[in-house]
């Protein structure tokens, strides 16, 4: 059964900064990863979708990598501001269906 | 706004109320996905329905129903829950149900069973 764990669960920065959340897979037998943000009551808003066969996808002042064969993926947020205040979530889709397995998040909150 | 649009927001039930989620989208999805998500944890896939076929049930207890009566329209028909049941209800569609295909997410339905 997949598994994913997302470090750090909490990260406070201040507004500038560079900042790289964590998330680890069981299972390398994944189709794609997904990073989701999920503002408090609210539903979740897609960012990033990387394929098996690619490394990385970009949108904007973000960044997510995948490495299959460690069980890992990165999401890189570059010169970070408030409103990325948010819990950043990934998933890896690795059954028929679309099933999404979602690590735990990471509750990231930037200080002005 | 989210193209997934989920009624009601809110919704408060005793344990032997009948009602229903209800979950819509314009964007010709043909795959439609119930989660459910407890406060400060991960949303769990309940169902997945598949050209409105019911494709995965995740082992969810009875009192909790889908219906898709067409492409567009997703309820969930809520019956004798229990308070371990309040949880916010999430809605998600995709193009299809292919592996690559981005799932997209309504603000859901905040549900507390007294």
């Known amino acids: 059964k997949q598994e994913v764990t997302q470090i750090p669960a909490a990260l406070s920065v201040p507004e500038g900064e560079n900042l790289v959340l964590n998330c680890s897979f069981t299972?390398?037998?994944?189709?794609?990863l997904q990073w989701f943000r999920q503002d408090p009551g609210k539903g979740l808003t897609s960012l990033l979708l990387?394929?098996?066969?690619?490394r990385e996808q970009t949108s904007g002042r973000l960044n997510a990598s995948l490495d299959k064969s460690s069980g890992r993926s990165t999401l890189y947020i570059a010169a970070s501001q408030p409103g990325d205040s948010a819990t950043y979530l990934c998933?890896?889709?690795?059954?028929?269906?679309?099933?999404?397995?979602f690590g735990g998040g990471t509750r990231l909150m930037v200080k002005p | 706004d989210t193209e997934v649009t989920q009624t009601p927001k809110h919704l408060v039930m005793g344990m032997t109320n009948k009602k229903s989620l209800k979950c819509e989208q314009h964007?010709?999805?043909?795959?439609m996905y119930w989660y459910k998500q407890k406060a400060k944890k991960p949303p769990e896939l309940m169902f997945v329905?598949?050209?409105?076929?019911?494709?995965i049930n995740e082992s969810v207890p009875s009192r909790f129903s889908p219906e898709c009566p067409n492409s567009s329209l997703l309820n969930l028909h809520l019956h004798a829950l229990q308070p371990e049941d309040s949880a916010l209800y999430l809605c998600?569609?995709?193009?299809?149900?292919?592996?690559?295909?981005?799932?997209?997410f309504g603000d859901g339905t905040r549900l507390s069973i007294l």
């Open positions: 329905y598949s050209y409105e076929k019911l494709s």
């Open positions: 998933a890896a889709c690795g059954n028929a269906g679309n099933m999404l397995t």
């Open positions: 299972d390398s037998a994944i189709y794609n």
């Open positions: 964007m010709g999805h043909r795959a």
């Open positions: 990387i394929q098996s066969s690619q």
């Open positions: 998600a569609s995709s193009r299809g149900d292919a592996n690559y295909q981005p799932q997209h």
